[in-house]
C-alpha cells in the first residue's frame, strides 16, 4: 500500500474539494459499478521508498485503486484506478466511475486531473489511456476536460464497444532546487497572483490577468500539446512545495527548429538564482525533448534581470525569430552546439 498511500498523499496536497484513500479488497461501495476495478485489482510491488529512489516500476498486471470521498463530509463518490497496460511503451490505463448521484458535478474531471498529474512522479510513463464506451458521451467530455484526445486509427473508432482516448504525460523536472510540475487549480490563487501584479506585469507582454483569465492559463498549459508545440510549467521550491513562478516553451517551429521560451519568477524570491536554474533545466530538456538547434526568448530592454539570465546560458542579441504585436522586445538567441 506504499505507493497508493503516497499518490493519496500528493492528490490530497493539491485538491481543495475531494479527499482520497487507497481502495482496499473489502470495499464495496454502493451505487458504483466495480467490475472494471474487481477484473483489474492485484497486489501493488513491494516498495518502500526512500529519499532519492527512482519511480518505481509496475508489472503489467499491477494496479492502483484509489477511492475519492467529498472533503466536506467524507461520503464517497467514486473510485479511480490505474493500471500499467504496457511496461515497453509507458503506457498506463486510466478508468473510474462515480456514482450516479454526484456525476455531473465536476468530481471525475477533478480526480482525473490530479492523477495525471500525480501519477507520473512515482511511475516512469510516456502516455496516460482511457477507453470509454462510444455511447457514454459524459466520460468521453470527462476525458476531454483532461486533456485526452481520441486515438484514431485510419479515421475510425478502434471498436464498436470501446472508445479509445490518450494524453502524453505532463514532464514533471527537477533541479537542485526546484521541482517543475504541470499546473492545477489548486494553484488557481498563486496564477492570478503572478500575473495580475503590476511589479511582476512590468516584464510581460500581456496586460494584468482578471481571475478568469488565470483560470485559462492553467487550462491551457494544464493539457500539454500533443503535438508539442507547447508546454509551461509551475516552478516550486523542492524544501517546501511554495510556488515561486512558471517556465515553459512556446511556438515550437519544427520547420525552422526552432522554439522560444519564457520563465518569471515571483517578486519576493528574486535575486536568489532561481530563474537562471530554472532556464538550465529547460534548455538541457529542449536540447532532448524537440528536434530544435535553436533556443530564443523576447524580452524587454528595459528587464535587466531576464537578459543577465539569458546571457548566462550563452544566449546572445538576434534578429526577431517570429512576428509579434509588442513594440520594443528585443530578441536572444541559443544555438545548439554541434
Known sequence: MFLASMVCREMNALSDNLVFRPMTADDRIAGLEMT????????EPSFSPNKGDSPPQLAALDALNIVIMLSSCATVVGVIGSKRSDADAQTAEIVFTIAEEYRNRGYASGALELMCVVLPQFITLHQLTLHCHPRDMAAIAVGGHAGFAPMIQSDVRLSDTSFAMSRMVPLTLHSPRLIYRVLTMADHQSIY?????????RSFSDP?????????????????STSKRFARWGIFLATTGEFIGTCGYHF????????EIGYDIWKAHWGNGYATESVGSLIAYLWNALPVQTIYA???PENAASLAVARRHGFVASPILREHTDEGLCCVALQKQR
Not at 208 to 224: K, V
Request: proline share 4%; aromatic share 14%; hydrophobic share 35%.
Open 36 to 43: 472494471r476495478f474487481d477484473e483489474k485489482r492485484h497486489n
Open 193 to 201: 497572483d503572478q500575473f495580475s501584479d503590476a511589479d511582476m506585469c
Open 208 to 224: 494584468p490577468c482578471t481571475w478568469q483569465e488565470a483560470a485559462d492559463i492553467i487550462t491551457h498549459y494544464g493539457s500539454p
Open 252 to 259: 515550437f517551429d519544427a520547420t525552422t527548429a526552432q522554439v
Open 298 to 300: 523576447l524580452i524587454f
